[in-house]
């Protein structure tokens, strides 16, 4: 069982910066391919990034290439979301999740991710 927290979120101002970190309880964390993923009213939720258990392979969205970093510390247990060039369609609330591996699962889709967390709200005022 794999707990999430996450937090960093609040109201920026377009152009603005952000650092959402989302802390994992579990001794499996290292193992997990670990994702953000958004939702803003009125819309699915989307991806936005992911990072593989190794830190060497991270993934993001197209809306976010450039701005949004993802990063992660297996020792403390915790994955970041740097995000730069903050625009009002970043406004969401914004989730962590965690995947154990499997060789069909993808990155991509929240339906592969096993645990997710509370979420974490995100405005961009313009």
């Known amino acids: 069982q794999v707990q999430l927290v996450e937090s960093g979120g609040g109201l920026v101002q377009a152009g603005g910066s952000l650092r959402l970190s989302c802390a994992a309880s579990?001794?499996?964390?290292?193992?997990?391919?670990m994702g953000w993923f958004r939702q803003a009213p009125g819309k699915e939720r989307e991806f936005v990034s992911a990072i593989k258990w190794s830190g060497g392979s991270t993934y993001h969205a197209d809306s976010v290439k450039g701005r949004f970093t993802i990063s992660r510390d297996n020792v403390k247990n915790t994955v970041y979301l740097q995000m730069n060039s903050l625009k009002p369609e970043d406004t969401a609330v914004y989730y962590c999740a965690a995947q154990r591996w499997a060789l069909s699962r993808s990155y991509y889709y929240g339906r592969d991710y096993d645990y997710w967390g509370q979420g974490t709200q995100v405005t961009v005022s313009s």
């Open positions: 579990g001794r499996t964390f290292s193992t997990y391919t």
